[in-house]
């Protein structure tokens, strides 16, 4: 049986919001089914598309924009170059009659409302998040195939077993969190050691580095846009963007043009708990109002939950003087390495797990990354993302009208602030007398995740999302 192999890359993506699972993921479908078409000489062929969603998909896809992603995606877009400032007027134009440039070189025709189905009573056994596309071809026939979002932009194509994708030999195989300990414990080595020797398995140290780097530039670029722009957020609740409104009553009157300069000024504005929490929160904020616009983001592990890392990362480069490239490193690549074991021993997806899966493990990744960062032995790092953890089990997706607005952006400011003082717990902790470890908080999560009801599960069938009266307009 093949062990699943996940790279920092694979952990963290950089794409475009307001979700992983439901944006990122069937983007990258679509993307996928347009390769195969193209693969088997069919694209040209191609006379109509029509794509079926399923499941959680369905109930939350307009909200979570999986209609926008799949339409970008089957016309070629990549969310990672793509213009997020194209995004509206190039789905306003399919919508209207424009037709789709099918993977970004066969014109077809495409009726919004006819050839995208939201099939709210259907879901698949495997996955909630499925979705099925069909291309019918000139000669009459055929060719259909069936994709599932499991969380974090990771997508599975029906029928795959896991042998398509190229298994490379890892000096330090992990499945659990007993695994990593092991390997630090025997190796002296840190975390974020374990994980960069591991990643030369896959390419250089230098093409890591550079590649962790790009991706702190779009979490430094987002936070910074996020704390310079007001207005609302799109979608029809009217959720007034905060961040901006609250980086200008911490920073003063005085502008800052760019992110050095505005971060030089954070830092030296003071260090009282109060300023400092406020930040946190700030930067947390700024993140996901930019997920929930449609901008660019990093998913650290989702897109739903991308604002823990980053804040976090974001107040140990402000107030612990964490701003030098191989920090930043390091704090990225332990991350990853906790987020790795809750996919593998748990979940990522919210579909599958609740907001415990998005926000409970962003929230161990930064506690554990902190830790390392702040000097803390390998067992204080898993005793933070363990705590972390513990106190995110049971948390429930609810979103209010399938939007990823209330109450997921306040949640990541939550989870920052939880993941700070778990790491500070863990630091003044002596976790050779911890009674719960890593691996028994993943068995439980997942424990939990199954008997949690379906619809504290992104379908919006429960909790908030039932409680507070709205009243959006209709897609």
Request: charged content about 20%.
């Amino acid at each position: 049986m093949l062990r699943e192999q996940i790279s920092v890359f694979d952990i963290f993506k950089i794409g475009i919001g307001p979700s992983s699972s439901h944006t990122l993921g069937p983007w990258r479908a679509a993307q996928q089914f347009t390769a195969a078409l193209s693969a088997q000489h069919l694209l040209e062929s191609v006379s109509q598309v029509k794509i079926l969603l399923y499941g959680s998909l369905a109930k939350t896809g307009h909200g979570h924009g999986t209609d926008i992603a799949v339409m970008l995606g089957l016309a070629g877009a990549d969310p990672v170059t793509f213009d997020v400032n194209a995004v509206e007027p190039t789905v306003a134009a399919m919508k209207n009659g424009a037709g789709l440039l099918l993977g970004g070189e066969r014109k077809i025709s495409f009726n919004y409302t006819e050839d995208l189905l939201f099939l709210y009573s259907e879901s698949l056994p495997f996955h909630p998040n499925a979705v099925t596309f069909q291309a019918f071809l000139d000669n009459g026939k055929a060719f259909s195939e069936t994709y599932y979002s499991i969380g974090g932009g990771f997508v599975v194509k029906e029928g795959d077993t896991g042998a398509e994708k190229e298994q490379v030999d890892l000096p330090f195989p992990i499945e659990k969190a007993g695994d990593l300990l092991h390997w630090c414990l025997t190796t002296g080595l840190k975390v974020s050691e374990v994980v960069m020797e591991n990643e030369l398995a896959w390419r250089t140290e230098a093409e890591t580095r550079s590649g962790i780097l790009r991706h702190f530039e779009v979490m430094k670029d987002c936070t910074y846009r996020g704390c310079h722009t007001g207005g609302f957020l799109p979608g029809g609740l009217n959720v007034g963007r905060r961040a901006a409104a609250l980086n200008k009553r911490l920073i003063g009157k005085k502008e800052y043009h760019d992110y050095k300069s505005w971060i030089e000024a954070i830092r030296s504005g003071g260090n009282g708990f109060n300023y400092t929490l406020d930040w946190v929160s700030c930067f947390a904020l700024a993140v996901n109002e930019e997920n929930a616009s449609f901008g660019r983001v990093v998913t650290a592990p989702t897109n739903g939950a991308a604002g823990v890392i980053p804040a976090v990362l974001q107040y140990y480069i402000t107030f612990c003087d964490g701003y030098s490239d191989a920090q930043i490193i390091q704090f990225i690549t332990c991350a990853s390495e906790i987020g790795s074991i809750f996919k593998k021993g748990a979940t990522i997806s919210a579909a599958m797990g609740g907001c415990q899966a998005e926000i409970g493990v962003s929230s161990a990744m930064a506690a554990a990354a902190l830790t390392e960062c702040m000097g803390g032995s390998q067992r204080q790092v898993m005793m933070a993302a363990e705590i972390a953890m513990e106190h995110h089990l049971g948390l429930t997706c609810d979103p209010i009208g399938g939007l990823v607005q209330i109450p997921c952006i306040e949640r990541n400011t939550m989870g920052a602030i939880k993941a700070i003082t778990a790491s500070q717990l863990a630091l003044q902790s002596n976790p050779d007398k911890a009674k719960v470890s890593l691996g028994a908080v993943v068995n439980t999560m997942w424990e939990t995740a199954l008997d949690m009801n379906s619809k504290y599960k992104e379908t919006s069938d429960g909790g908030l999302a039932t409680n507070i009266p709205i009243s959006l307009p209709e897609c």
